[in-house]
């Protein structure tokens, strides 16, 4: 009964480095979103995906790219990374982009960039 | 502009008693959703309730129940009984049709509950 996981878990980067998050989800959801979350903050999405072969810009896009590479993936990557990409980033989907029923997250990657 | 708006950063309770976290939102959209979700030192979201904004009655799952009010926007959380594993960040969440009709939600930025033995 996995939901949502993603992967790694853990990561540290130079500043420059690029790198992609993976994010998968087994419970059939139309909608996926990745979140960031700085410090003592909520949650601020990064990008969402309503469907397959949709994507849309959230709240704090820049720096960021993802791909919905069919139903159940949705990756987020990082071109070129850089300190104040340091945080933790949540993966999250639900049942339909309606939005009617809650979001459910993976368990996180905390993401540090020297 | 859509947003919503945790004004208590952290809360201090004695075990036992009830307690109210404070949400207040702004939408100009009719249809609208808003959400409590739990995050505990783990780090992990959990979901707790989910009140709809044509639903009527106000929400309420075990020992959680949502007070919605509509018409001053605000969509409190009341844990009653509080217990020692319910000191956890607690964050409100709102549903908001983005740009491509598809719904996005927003978080506000948490409250810090913490139970007294």
């Known amino acids: 009964n996995a939901g949502v996981t993603q992967t790694p878990k853990f990561q540290v980067l130079k500043t420059g480095q690029s790198m992609t998050l993976q994010c998968a989800q087994d419970m059939n959801h139309n909608s996926m979103y990745w979140y960031r979350q700085d410090p003592g903050m909520g949650l601020r999405l990064i990008y969402y995906?309503?469907?397959?072969?949709?994507?849309d810009k959230g709240e704090v896009p820049n720096g960021y790219n993802v791909s919905r590479l069919n139903k159940r993936e949705f990756s987020l990557r990082l071109e070129s990374a850089a300190p104040s990409q340091t945080s933790v980033y949540f993966c999250?989907?639900?049942?339909?982009?309606?939005?009617?029923?809650?979001?459910?997250f993976g368990d996180g990657t905390r993401l540090s960039i020297l | 502009a859509q947003k919503i708006t945790q004004t208590q950063p952290g809360m201090f309770v004695q075990e036992k008693e009830a307690v109210t976290l404070d949400c207040t939102y702004d939408?100009?959209?009719?249809?609208?959703?808003l959400f409590w979700y739990k995050q505990p030192s783990s780090g992990e979201m959990i979901f707790l309730i989910y009140q709809g904004s044509y639903d009527e009655q106000n929400a309420t799952e075990g020992r959680y129940s949502l007070n919605f009010q509509k018409a001053r926007k605000s969509a409190n959380l009341v844990i009653s009984a509080s217990q020692l594993g319910d000191s956890a960040m607690y964050f409100c969440?709102?549903?908001?049709?983005?740009?491509?009709?598809?719904?996005?939600?927003?978080f506000g930025s948490g409250t810090r509950l913490s139970i007294r033995p």
């Open positions: 939408t100009s959209d009719q249809s609208y959703g």
């Open positions: 995906s309503a469907s397959e072969g949709t994507t």
């Open positions: 969440a709102m549903r908001v049709v983005g740009y491509s009709s598809a719904s996005k939600i927003i």
């Open positions: 999250a989907s639900s049942e339909s982009w309606s939005g009617q029923g809650p979001q459910h």
